[in-house]
C-alpha cells in the first residue's frame, strides 16, 4: 500500500510559477512509476506528466509541454511537478498518483493522494 500527499499548491498570477510536491510512503518508491493529474471544476481528471521510476523516462501532455516539469528524488521518496508560465486554465486541483508503467490514463494507476488546489489568477 502506497501512501501520497501532495504539497505547495495555491494561488500564483498568470505568467508566475509554483512547484508542487508529492510525498510517498509504504512501499518501494523507485519501482513506481508516478503520475500528476489535473481536474478542473466540471471537468473530467486530466493526464499532466509521467515519470518512469528511474526519472529517465518523462511523458507530457501537449497542453503543458514546454511548461512544466515532472522530477522525482528516489532518495527522499518524492516526486514534483514544476509549473511555469501558469495560464488561467491551469487552474485546478492537481493529483499524484502511482503505477506500474508510464502512462497518461488514470485507471491504469493504483495509488491516488488527495489533491492540491492550484487556482491560476489573470
Known amino acids: 500500500q502506497v501512501h501520497l500527499v501532495e504539497s505547495g499548491g495555491g494561488l500564483v498570477q498568470a505568467g508566475g510559477s509554483l512547484r508542487v510536491s508529492c510525498a510517498a510512503s509504504g512501499g518501494t518508491f523507485s519501482f513506481y512509476a508516478m503520475g500528476w493529474f489535473r481536474q478542473a471544476p466540471g471537468k473530467e481528471r486530466e493526464f499532466v506528466a509521467a515519470?518512469?521510476?528511474?526519472?529517465?523516462?518523462?511523458y507530457y501532455a501537449d497542453s503543458v509541454k514546454g511548461r512544466f516539469t515532472i522530477s522525482r528524488d528516489n532518495a527522499k521518496n518524492l516526486v514534483y511537478l514544476q509549473m511555469s508560465s501558469l495560464k488561467p486554465e491551469d487552474t485546478a486541483v492537481y493529483y499524484c498518483a502511482a503505477g506500474s508503467v508510464v502512462v497518461h490514463i488514470p485507471r491504469l494507476y493504483d495509488y491516488w493522494g488527495q489533491g492540491t488546489q492550484v487556482t491560476v489568477s489573470s
Open positions: 515519470i518512469s521510476g528511474s526519472g529517465g523516462d518523462t
